[in-house]
């Protein structure tokens, strides 16, 4: 059974920085790729960062690029996303997702194409 579970979100204020982590199990991370999303209220749900499994090839969509890090830990089975200078249009609900072949050594955040996902993470940017 494969299980992703998403922890670290929370309320900050402007400016500050979170740590989400994505553990996994019943997957080994050296096949997949993760990517994180995230789905405010009214919105799809938008894909913000990928990892690959092997060569650890990273892609950010432009809005984060610059601010959030995303890594991985295998001996962990945990990715991490790092979120620094965090801005109130930051906030949503924040998943993590894996994607297996043909697409683990790519780095795509395409929502469809990815078979599992966490149940997300709450974050909450406000002053």
């Known amino acids: 059974q494969v299980q992703l579970v998403e922890s670290g979100g929370g309320l900050v204020q402007p400016g500050e920085s979170l740590k989400l982590s994505c553990a996994a199990s019943?997957?080994?991370?050296?096949?997949?790729?993760i990517g994180w999303f995230r789905q405010a209220p009214g919105k799809e749900r938008e894909g913000l960062s990928c990892?690959?499994?092997?060569?650890?090839?990273?892609n950010y969509v432009d809005s984060v690029k610059g601010r959030f890090t995303i890594s991985r830990d295998n001996a962990k089975d945990t990715v991490y996303l790092q979120m620094n200078s965090l801005k109130p249009e930051d906030t949503a609900v924040y998943y993590c997702?894996?994607?297996?072949?043909?697409?683990?050594?790519?780095?795509?955040?395409?929502?469809?194409?990815?078979?599992?996902w966490g149940q997300g993470t709450q974050v909450t940017v406000s002053s």
């Open positions: 997702a894996a994607v297996p072949a043909p697409f683990q050594d790519m780095c795509v955040i395409d929502v469809p194409i990815y078979d599992y």
């Open positions: 019943g997957l080994n991370l050296d096949y997949y790729a």
């Open positions: 990892i690959s499994n092997s060569v650890s090839t990273t």
